[in-house]
T-cell receptor, first 114, second 115 residues
């Protein structure tokens, strides 16, 4: 079955780069996503990458995709205290009837230390 | 996302009670979802609906039921609440027209405590 794995915790110093890693299992995934959840709030889409891409950059965010190893990472440059949140990796999977669903990882709690 | 609203935001109830969580969206999306979030477990899909007449079970549907009253409304019911249903519940929406990109938009969540 589908499984998306992430480490649960990451701490970095303000100003450093953060790298959050994710492994997924469904090789047919067409899109992979990073969502951010701030305390007391729902999930917000940060960025996504199409499976035929290796890298996507969006301001301070860089997404790297290694399809061979089924590994996705999110790099946040110049991490700020406002980046403290839970980050979820998600992949698209084909469920019954060819419907596309998202499978989420367990989330990585990023703590930014002053 | 303010376009997806959930009521109530917090609820404390007792074992055996029936409870309904409601979700409304103004995004015009056809697809709606209910997830629960438990610490360290990520999000687990309870039910999803691709339109008003299409309801599907997710990975953890036991003990839950849903109703899609209109394209914009999707409610989740716990017929007889039990303590291990204490969790954070999220509603989400997506649009078939984004074709292939299953991007979902989430409500702010409902924190449910079953005593």
């Amino acid at each position: 079955g589908e499984d998306v794995e992430q480490s649960l915790f990451l701490s970095v110093r303000e100003g450093d780069s953060s790298v959050i890693n994710c492994t997924y299992t469904d090789s047919s995934s067409t899109y992979l996503y990073w969502y951010k959840q701030e305390p007391g709030a729902g999930l917000q889409l940060l960025t996504y990458i199409f499976s035929n891409m290796d890298m996507k950059q969006d301001q301070r965010l860089t997404v790297l995709l290694n399809k061979k190893d089924k590994h996705l990472s999110l790099r946040i440059a110049d991490t700020q205290t406002g980046d403290s949140a839970i980050y979820f990796c998600a992949e698209t999977v084909i469920s019954s009837g060819s419907a596309r669903q998202l499978t989420f990882g367990s989330g990585t709690q990023l703590t930014v230390l002053p | 996302d303010a376009d997806v609203t959930q009521t109530p935001r917090n609820r404390i109830t007792k074992t055996g009670k029936r409870i309904m969580l409601e979700c409304s969206q103004t995004k015009g999306h056809d697809r709606m979802y209910w997830y629960r979030q438990d610490p360290g477990l990520g999000l687990q899909l309870i039910y999803y609906s691709f339109d008003v007449k299409d309801i599907n079970k997710g990975e953890i549907s036991d003990g839950y039921s849903v109703s899609r009253q209109a394209q914009a409304k999707f409610s989740l019911s716990l017929e007889s609440a039990i303590p291990n249903q204490t969790a954070l519940y999220f509603c989400a929406t997506s649009d078939t027209r984004t074709s292939g990109r299953s991007e979902q938009f989430f409500g702010p969540g409902t924190r449910l405590t079953v005593l």
